[in-house]
């Protein structure tokens, strides 16, 4: 009887071992995840963004540099899909000058070029392989580049004067914040292939 209750107590220990050890593994994991991303971000030019964007995808991102700027892509794909979206709604709505209404529609045309182009760098991303990794960093690298001068076009067609304020606003706020995931996207994407350049060498 005591021999069965002390091999009870020593079964108790152990599962409340692994359960406590579990809990410990499970809160070192997500820091470290949460960690590399904090420390990428630091080399954005918008870190803070770039971290408020990306931390919710720590779990998928864990400590890969290659999963964290397909995160980084996907997140300025979906802004840029939503933005776009936006945009051609507002190009419809009553009371635009004949310049605005133009802008706008200039405006939508190149986000769906600048989404093209992402979507693009994302599948290519997909198809690394060590023997055309340069080739595909500089594929990513000039879709992405693209698509920022495709936000800025965009922002810069609504820099005339005559100008709806409120509209100029609306449009640059939601501009920027695409700009700024893009420009993050492309920080990560050069680092991603200057890690990759020096573990070769």
Same mark, same amino acid.
């Given at each position: 009887?005591?021999? #069965?209750? %002390?091999?009870?107590?020593?079964?108790?220990?152990?599962?409340?071992?692994?359960?406590?050890?579990?809990?410990?593994? /499970?809160? !070192? /994991?997500?820091?470290?995840?949460?960690?590399? &991303?904090?420390?990428?971000?630091?080399?954005?030019?918008?870190?803070?963004?770039?971290?408020?964007?990306? %931390?919710?995808?720590?779990?998928? =991102?864990?400590?890969?540099?290659?999963?964290?700027?397909?995160? /980084?892509?996907?997140?300025?794909? #979906? *802004?840029?899909?939503?933005?776009?979206?936006?945009?051609? *709604?507002?190009?419809?709505?009553?009371?635009?000058?004949?310049?605005? !209404?133009? /802008?706008?529609?200039?405006?939508?045309? !190149?986000?769906?070029?600048?989404?093209?182009? &992402?979507?693009?760098?994302?599948?290519?991303?997909?198809?690394?392989?060590? #023997?055309?990794?340069?080739?595909? &960093?500089?594929?990513?690298?000039?879709?992405? *580049?693209?698509?920022?001068?495709?936000?800025?076009?965009?922002?810069?067609?609504?820099?005339?004067?005559?100008?709806?304020?409120?509209?100029?606003?609306?449009?640059?706020?939601? =501009? !920027?914040?695409?700009?700024?995931?893009?420009?993050?996207?492309?920080?990560?994407?050069?680092?991603?292939?200057?890690?990759?350049?020096?573990?070769?060498?």
């Amino acid at each position: 009887m005591a021999g #069965s209750a %002390s091999k009870s107590f020593t079964l108790i220990l152990l599962a409340m071992s692994f359960y406590f050890n579990s809990i410990s593994a /499970a809160r !070192v /994991a997500p820091k470290s995840s949460t960690e590399f &991303i904090r420390t990428s971000c630091s080399t954005t030019t918008y870190p803070k963004l770039c971290y408020n964007s990306l %931390s919710s995808h720590s779990s998928t =991102i864990q400590t890969s540099p290659k999963l964290l700027v397909n995160e /980084a892509l996907h997140v300025t794909l #979906s *802004s840029a899909k939503s933005t776009s979206v936006k945009m051609s *709604s507002l190009s419809h709505s009553h009371g635009l000058k004949p310049r605005e !209404v133009s /802008a706008m529609k200039d405006c939508v045309e !190149v986000l769906r070029d600048a989404v093209t182009e &992402i979507r693009k760098s994302i599948d290519e991303l997909g198809h690394d392989k060590q #023997s055309d990794f340069r080739l595909m &960093i500089n594929n990513v690298q000039t879709w992405v *580049s693209a698509a920022m001068t495709d936000e800025s076009t965009c922002s810069d067609g609504f820099e005339e004067t005559g100008m709806n304020g409120n509209l100029k606003t609306a449009v640059r706020e939601r =501009i !920027v914040h695409i700009a700024q995931l893009t420009s993050n996207a492309l920080a990560l994407i050069n680092n991603y292939g200057v890690l990759h350049d020096e573990r070769i060498f």
